[in-house]
T-cell receptor, first 111, second 112 residues
Framework: KNEVEQSPQNLTAQEGEFITINCSYSVGISALHWLQQHPGGGIVSLFM???GKKKHGRLIATINIQEKHSSLHITASHPRDSAVYIC?????????????FGAGTILRVKS | DAGVIQSPRHEVTEMGQEVTLRCKPISGHDYLFWYRQTMMRGLELLIYFNNNVPIDDSGMPEDRFSAKMPNASFSTLKIQPSEPRDSAVYFCASSSADNEQFFGPGTRLTVL
């Protein structure tokens, strides 16, 4: 079965801590997305990557195609980073932009 | 650009009633996606369109669900008849080619 697995499911951190969220997938992909869903429910795309590393502010996303693994890092975490972080992949054989989602990681950053 | 627009934002209806959810994608985007999110199953793709043509509807749960995209700026997702298990948040998203997807605010549907 083609799967996307995230870890941890839940994460609580103190403000200022470095945070890592992991995503593993079972077969080849053509792209991987990291999404953020705030308590209000809105979903925002953070990154789309197919190789290497991308950085935006305090957020860094990396991917290792050979190991079928991606990580999302948050440096100097802040309570406003509290959200659900969702990994999504496009399988290599898929036409178009169809995504399969992980279950999400619930992050809570305490002040 | 106003982003992806969905309406209504909240819908409460009784079992058996018809429900219609609406979506206006970002202008110029050629892909439109309908997703359903529940606590039990997370985010699931229901159907997606490319240039107004349905490409993959394998996620549509059953014949009670239907989706249309009559033009590049409008899509509907209809549930008839609705059932309590259809209660969920329904998201519409759009993208340009294989790029990142932009999500609408969602419609929270409650079927009593």
């Amino acid at each position: 079965k083609n799967e996307v697995e995230q870890s941890p499911q839940n994460l609580t951190a103190q403000e200022g801590e470095f945070i890592t969220i992991n995503c593993s997938y079972s077969v080849g992909i053509s792209a991987l997305h990291w999404l953020q869903q705030h308590p209000g429910g809105g979903i925002v795309s953070l990154f789309m990557l197919s190789s290497g590393k991308k950085k935006h502010g305090r957020l860094i996303a990396t991917i290792n195609i050979q190991e079928k693994h991606s990580s999302l890092h948050i440096t100097a975490s802040h309570p406003r980073d509290s959200a659900v972080y969702i990994c999504a992949v496009r399988w290599v054989w898929e036409y178009g932009n169809k995504l399969v989602f992980g279950a999400g990681t619930i992050l809570r950053v305490k002040s | 650009d106003a982003g992806v627009i969905q309406s209504p934002r909240h819908e409460v209806t009784e079992m058996g009633q018809e429900v219609t959810l609406r979506c206006k994608p970002i202008s110029g985007h050629d892909y439109l996606f309908w997703y359903r999110q529940t606590m039990m199953r997370g985010l699931e793709l229901l159907i997606y369109f490319n240039n107004n043509v349905p490409i993959d509807d394998s996620g549509m749960p059953e014949d009670r669900f239907s989706a249309k995209m009559p033009n590049a700026s409008f899509s509907t997702l209809k549930i008839q008849p609705s059932e309590p298990r259809d209660s969920a948040v329904y998201f519409c998203a759009s993208s340009s080619a294989d790029n990142e997807q932009f999500f609408g605010p969602g419609t929270r549907l409650t079927v009593l």
